[in-house]
């Protein structure tokens, strides 16, 4: 249910592709446009 969809989106946003991207797109100041979360 609600609790494993938590722990799979949680697991997903520490995955080192996204912890990656994120750096990178802090970097790109020319993209002006509020950064989301993904599923």
Do not use: C, Y
Not at 6 to 34: F, Q, Y
């Amino acid at each position: 249910g609600n609790t494993e969809l938590e722990g799979l989106r949680k697991a997903n946003a520490e995955h080192p592709i996204e912890v990656t991207g994120k750096k990178l797109r802090d970097l790109m100041s020319w993209v002006d446009r509020p950064i989301t979360e993904t599923a």
